[in-house]
């Protein structure tokens, strides 16, 4: 069993900031990529930024330059920094990972997502 908790998020102004964070436990072999994906009010969940088990990085143009991505290997951790912080960003932001478990096969495992609003 592997099960991904997040914390973190909230209200905030419009150019505050937040971070979230997210934690996997259970039976974990290796964590391949992780990452954390959002969804606003009438749209479909889209990634917004991925890290890879080598440090590979891709963010969505939406939130380049404003948002920072980091994972914590020894920790199975990854967090998500989020700077100048736009209306257009409040949405219910996920994690997911994708696990190796010790049973050596992989799945993608999500979080149970967390509301990030920002007021203008």
């Known amino acids: 069993q592997v099960q991904l908790v997040e914390s973190g998020g909230g209200l905030v102004q419009a150019g505050g900031s937040l971070r979230l964070s997210c934690a996997a436990s259970?039976?974990?072999?290796?964590?391949?990529?992780m990452g954390w994906y959002r969804e606003a009010p009438g749209k479909l969940r889209e990634a917004s930024a991925t890290?890879?088990?080598?440090?590979?990085?891709n963010y969505a143009d939406s939130v380049k330059g404003r948002f920072t991505i980091s994972r914590d290997n020894a920790k199975n951790t990854v967090s998500l920094q989020m700077n100048s912080l736009e209306p257009d960003d409040t949405a219910v932001y996920y994690c997911?990972?994708?696990?190796?478990?010790?049973?050596?096969?992989?799945?993608?495992?999500w979080g149970q997502g967390t509301q990030v609003t920002v007021s203008s």
């Open positions: 890290i890879t088990s080598d440090g590979r990085i």
């Open positions: 997911k990972m994708r696990i190796r478990t010790t049973s050596g096969n992989a799945y993608n495992y």
């Open positions: 259970g039976s974990i072999g290796s964590i391949e990529t």
